[in-house]
């Protein structure tokens, strides 16, 4: 084809040894200047299954600020038939009885251990937006040991924050 079949198998080897020397210098070379990034699918990351349901965050969205301490990103809770009992306690329409799970925006303080919750957006099993609310404008301590606590330990040891 290229006339490699009149080259002598000495000459092929090298030949062959040359292309691939230059193709694992090309890996190298990219494996050093392009950052490899190990995401996991749909990047929600778990962080804890309660009777009310499984908790993630989405680690694309998490947003540091050094400056203020402030830590902010998305939570989903994918409820449990208990949570959705719990939350129809406090959500009475019709279109929550459809309720699969709801994604709340969370700010967090890291040094004075405070967090807010923002918005939270209600989905259907269907994946359709049946509600939201807007939260408070006021920042309350974690309680201890609560998934917003284990949730702060968890953002603060994958993301390497010292507090």
């Known amino acids: 084809m290229f006339g490699l079949e009149k080259l002598k198998f000495k000459t092929k080897v090298i030949l062959v040894s040359v292309i ?14 392009t950052p ?3 995401t996991l699918i749909d990047d929600w990351v778990f962080v804890e299954n309660t009777d009310e349901g499984n908790w993630y965050y989405k680690s694309n969205t998490i947003y540091i600020d050094d400056q ?18 719990q939350l129809l306690k406090t959500h009475k329409d019709d279109k929550y009885k459809d309720i ?3 994604l709340s925006m969370v700010s967090i ?5 405070e967090y807010q919750e923002n ?4 989905y259907s099993e269907s994946g359709n937006i049946i509600g939201s609310d807007e939260l408070s404008v006021k920042m309350d301590d974690f309680i201890p040991k609560s998934v917003g606590d284990k ?3 968890k953002i603060l040891k994958d993301y390497s924050i010292k507090r």
Do not use: A
């Open 20 to 33: 691939i020397v230059i193709v694992s210098m090309g890996i190298v070379y990219i494996r050093n200047t």
């Open 36 to 38: 490899i990034i190990v």
């Open 68 to 85: 203020t301490h402030i830590i902010k990103g998305w939570v989903k809770i994918v409820y449990t038939e208990n949570g959705k009992q």
């Open 100 to 102: 699969n799970r709801s």
């Open 109 to 113: 303080n890291y040094q004075k251990m």
């Open 119 to 122: 918005r939270v957006v209600y």
């Open 151 to 153: 949730l702060l330990v």
